[in-house]
């Protein structure tokens, strides 16, 4: 089967990724980690304005009725600018969950959503009761096993926790019993997984396109670091990894988009890969920065953190690896891989 999307979808995401330039500089990123907010909100005015945030709600509620798979591309160039908000959370993983009222609200940018997830599947890190912009949000969303309990901010209390990241307004959240509307799980949680591989995917392009930068201006010995046999080696390494994961992401949006019975398994390969090869960029940009590297002046710290905390964020890739085991272990290959 050939896969490639459409020049309206590239068009699409040519158009948020100089939106997000403008409006989700280094500068702007700065200031959102000292307020601690986690929100640009020209930013997301923005977003809302174009349609990012009511793509995946139902035309009927305002948004615009599209699948995961035209949400792919745009989340990933979200992660390229490192926004803060919770473009995830709310435009991706809440409308497969909340009742017509959220879904319009979110389509006019008038809601944002937290997630709370505890996760009890195979292999698969518990996340308890922390959430990112546990303290901010205007909703939560309760994840369990197999369902989902979406909670009023009236009904929350939030405690403020820190952060390596500081623009993820991270808080452990807590509700009286009783709290809240009790809907099925579905595909929240690969909606969320497939989600946070996308944006790694970016955070991994950003970092990359800042050291092979930065490696030819750099001089030492009269020359670009960058020609550097031992420089180009890590590079291309990172380039390597980074490329054999953005297909993988891509195809889990697509089985979410189709319902493909073996959407999961997907989701958590895309994560797995999309973990190790943004963790595995970071690396490698550090090392080849040198000392400037490690220091908050600059703006590396930015990207290289965010992939840090969203590498573990829905799941570590060990954690992932183990659930694509489950998987393809638990089938038996001759017999029961659904037909196509």
């Given at each position: ?121 195979p292999g698969v890190d518990r996340a308890n009761d922390v959430a990112n912009h546990g ?28 952060s390596v990241d500081g623009g993820r307004a991270v808080a452990r959240v807590s509700w009286?019993?009783?709290?809240g509307t009790t809907v099925p799980v579905g595909d929240a949680r690969d909606r969320a ?148």
């Amino acid at each position: 089967m050939r896969f490639a999307f459409t020049d309206e979808q590239l068009l699409f995401r040519d158009t948020v990724r100089d939106l997000l330039a403008k409006e989700c500089s280094p500068a702007e990123l700065r200031a959102c980690w000292d307020r601690g907010d986690a929100r640009l909100p020209r930013a997301w005015v923005a977003l809302t304005e174009i349609g990012v945030v009511g793509l995946c709600v139902p035309e009927a509620d305002g948004g615009m009725g599209a699948d995961p798979i035209d949400l792919v591309l745009l989340l990933e160039e979200s992660g390229r600018a490192g926004l803060p908000d919770p473009l995830v959370e709310t435009a991706l993983v809440a409308p497969a969950l909340v009742g017509p009222e959220h879904r319009a609200a979110i389509a006019r940018g008038e809601l944002t959503v937290a997630v709370v997830d505890e996760l009890d599947g195979p292999g698969v890190d518990r996340a308890n009761d922390v959430a990112n912009h546990g303290a901010t949000a205007d909703l939560v969303i309760h994840l369990e096993l197999d369902r989902a309990t979406v909670l009023e901010r009236a009904d929350l209390a939030a405690e403020p926790l820190p952060s390596v990241d500081g623009g993820r307004a991270v808080a452990r959240v807590s509700w009286p019993a009783g709290a809240g509307t009790t809907v099925p799980v579905g595909d929240a949680r690969d909606r969320a997984v497939v989600g946070a591989a996308a944006q790694l995917i970016g955070l991994g392009d950003r970092m990359l396109a800042m050291t092979a930068e930065y490696v030819v201006e750099r001089k030492q010995f009269g020359v670009p670091i960058g020609s550097f046999q031992a420089v180009k080696h890590h590079l291309a390494d990172a380039l390597l990894a980074l490329e054999f994961a953005r297909p993988a992401v891509y195809r889990a949006a697509q089985s979410l988009t189709t319902d493909d019975p073996w959407a999961s398994r997907d989701s958590s390969m895309a994560k797995a890969m999309a973990s190790d090869a943004a963790t595995g960029v970071a690396r490698a940009a550090l090392q080849c920065h040198g000392a400037i590297g490690y220091t908050v002046e600059h703006d590396l710290h930015l990207f290289m953190k965010r992939a840090w905390a969203l590498s573990r964020a829905w799941g570590s890739a060990r954690a992932h690896r183990a659930r694509v085991a489950d998987a393809v272990l638990d089938h038996d290959l001759l017999t029961d891989i659904p037909e196509d």
